[in-house]
Protein backbone atom coordinates (compact mmCIF):
# COMPACT_ATOMS: atom_id res chain seq x y z
CA UNK A 1 0.00 0.00 0.00
CA UNK A 2 1.13 3.50 -0.67
CA UNK A 3 1.73 6.49 1.95
CA UNK A 4 1.92 9.79 1.17
CA UNK A 5 3.42 12.26 4.12
CA UNK A 6 3.40 15.93 3.31
CA UNK A 7 5.74 18.31 5.36
CA UNK A 8 6.81 22.08 5.08
CA UNK A 9 3.96 23.95 5.77
CA UNK A 10 3.35 26.74 8.03
CA UNK A 11 2.50 30.38 8.63
CA UNK A 12 4.13 32.94 6.58
CA UNK A 13 3.40 36.37 5.50
CA UNK A 14 2.71 37.89 1.96
CA UNK A 15 5.66 37.93 -0.76
CA UNK A 16 7.62 35.32 1.04
CA UNK A 17 8.58 31.84 0.55
CA UNK A 18 7.84 28.32 1.86
CA UNK A 19 8.60 24.77 0.23
CA UNK A 20 6.09 21.62 0.99
CA UNK A 21 7.23 17.71 0.91
CA UNK A 22 5.73 14.94 0.12
CA UNK A 23 7.52 11.36 0.98
CA UNK A 24 6.06 8.49 -0.79
CA UNK A 25 6.89 4.79 0.47
CA UNK A 26 4.95 1.55 -0.44
CA UNK A 27 4.21 0.02 -3.48
CA UNK A 28 0.94 -0.63 -5.05
CA UNK A 29 -0.49 -1.68 -8.71
CA UNK A 30 3.42 -3.75 -8.94
CA UNK A 31 4.69 -0.33 -9.14
CA UNK A 32 6.92 2.55 -6.96
CA UNK A 33 7.11 5.88 -6.77
CA UNK A 34 8.66 6.39 -10.77
CA UNK A 35 5.78 5.09 -11.85
CA UNK A 36 3.38 7.69 -10.26
CA UNK A 37 2.66 10.84 -11.42
CA UNK A 38 2.73 13.26 -8.84
CA UNK A 39 0.45 15.98 -7.43
CA UNK A 40 -0.41 19.38 -5.03
CA UNK A 41 -4.18 19.72 -4.29
CA UNK A 42 -5.10 22.64 -1.77
CA UNK A 43 -8.36 23.37 -0.12
CA UNK A 44 -9.36 26.43 1.46
CA UNK A 45 -12.03 26.36 4.24
CA UNK A 46 -15.63 26.14 2.66
CA UNK A 47 -14.03 25.22 -0.63
CA UNK A 48 -13.64 22.96 -2.90
CA UNK A 49 -10.45 21.26 -3.45
CA UNK A 50 -8.49 22.70 -6.15
CA UNK A 51 -5.44 21.55 -8.25
CA UNK A 52 -2.95 22.80 -7.81
CA UNK A 53 -0.17 21.08 -9.76
CA UNK A 54 1.03 18.16 -11.30
CA UNK A 55 4.27 15.86 -12.42
CA UNK A 56 4.80 13.40 -14.86
CA UNK A 57 6.52 10.02 -13.56
CA UNK A 58 9.78 10.77 -15.16
CA UNK A 59 9.81 14.44 -13.75
CA UNK A 60 10.43 15.56 -17.74
CA UNK A 61 7.05 17.51 -17.70
CA UNK A 62 5.04 19.45 -14.97
CA UNK A 63 1.67 21.37 -15.31
CA UNK A 64 0.04 24.31 -13.06
CA UNK A 65 -3.27 26.14 -12.17
CA UNK A 66 -3.57 29.31 -13.99
CA UNK A 67 -3.23 31.00 -9.99
CA UNK A 68 -0.07 29.68 -9.31
CA UNK A 69 1.74 30.08 -12.75
CA UNK A 70 5.20 31.13 -12.65
CA UNK A 71 5.16 31.63 -8.28
CA UNK A 72 4.81 27.79 -7.99
CA UNK A 73 7.54 25.22 -9.08
CA UNK A 74 7.16 21.28 -8.48
CA UNK A 75 9.92 18.94 -8.65
CA UNK A 76 10.59 15.24 -7.83
CA UNK A 77 13.62 12.98 -7.48
CA UNK A 78 12.93 9.26 -8.20
CA UNK A 79 15.64 8.25 -6.22
CA UNK A 80 14.50 10.01 -3.26
CA UNK A 81 10.95 8.96 -3.57
CA UNK A 82 9.80 12.67 -2.83
CA UNK A 83 8.15 14.92 -4.58
CA UNK A 84 8.01 19.30 -3.67
CA UNK A 85 6.57 22.67 -4.52
CA UNK A 86 8.44 25.34 -3.80
CA UNK A 87 6.23 28.40 -3.29
CA UNK A 88 6.99 31.84 -4.01
CA UNK A 89 6.06 35.46 -3.72
CA UNK A 90 2.98 33.94 -2.25
CA UNK A 91 -0.46 35.41 -1.57
CA UNK A 92 -3.27 35.53 1.44
CA UNK A 93 -5.47 33.85 -1.06
CA UNK A 94 -2.84 30.92 -1.31
CA UNK A 95 -4.16 29.71 2.34
CA UNK A 96 -5.18 26.09 2.54
CA UNK A 97 -4.33 22.45 3.34
CA UNK A 98 -2.24 21.45 0.97
CA UNK A 99 -2.36 17.99 -0.32
CA UNK A 100 -0.50 15.51 -2.17
CA UNK A 101 -1.70 12.62 -4.50
CA UNK A 102 -0.41 10.47 -6.25
CA UNK A 103 -1.87 8.73 -9.73
CA UNK A 104 -0.80 5.64 -11.14
CA UNK A 105 0.96 6.54 -14.56
CA UNK A 106 0.78 2.36 -15.29
CA UNK A 107 -2.14 2.09 -17.17
CA UNK A 108 -1.51 4.50 -19.69
CA UNK A 109 -4.32 6.97 -18.63
CA UNK A 110 -3.63 10.63 -19.94
CA UNK A 111 -1.80 12.74 -18.47
CA UNK A 112 -1.95 15.87 -16.92
CA UNK A 113 -5.17 15.08 -15.24
CA UNK A 114 -6.57 17.96 -12.68
CA UNK A 115 -9.30 16.20 -11.28
CA UNK A 116 -8.83 15.10 -7.84
CA UNK A 117 -11.70 12.16 -8.45
CA UNK A 118 -8.55 10.75 -10.88
CA UNK A 119 -5.84 10.52 -7.90
CA UNK A 120 -5.15 7.18 -6.57
CA UNK A 121 -3.75 7.70 -2.90
CA UNK A 122 -3.84 10.88 -1.27
CA UNK A 123 -1.52 12.24 2.38
CA UNK A 124 -3.00 13.38 5.29
CA UNK A 125 -2.36 17.91 4.45
CA UNK A 126 -0.32 20.60 5.43
CA UNK A 127 -1.65 23.45 6.25
CA UNK A 128 -0.43 26.53 4.70
CA UNK A 129 -1.16 30.31 6.05
CA UNK A 130 -0.49 33.69 4.53
CA UNK A 131 -1.23 36.56 6.23
CA UNK A 132 -1.25 39.61 4.48
Known amino acids: QVQLVESGGGLVQAGESLRLSCAFSGRSYGGSFNMYAMNWFRQAPGAEREFVATINWSGSSTYYADSVKGRFTISRDNSKNTVWLQMNSLKPEDTALYYC?????????????????????WGGGTQVTVSS
Open 101 to 121: AADWAGDGSPWPKTSYAGMDF
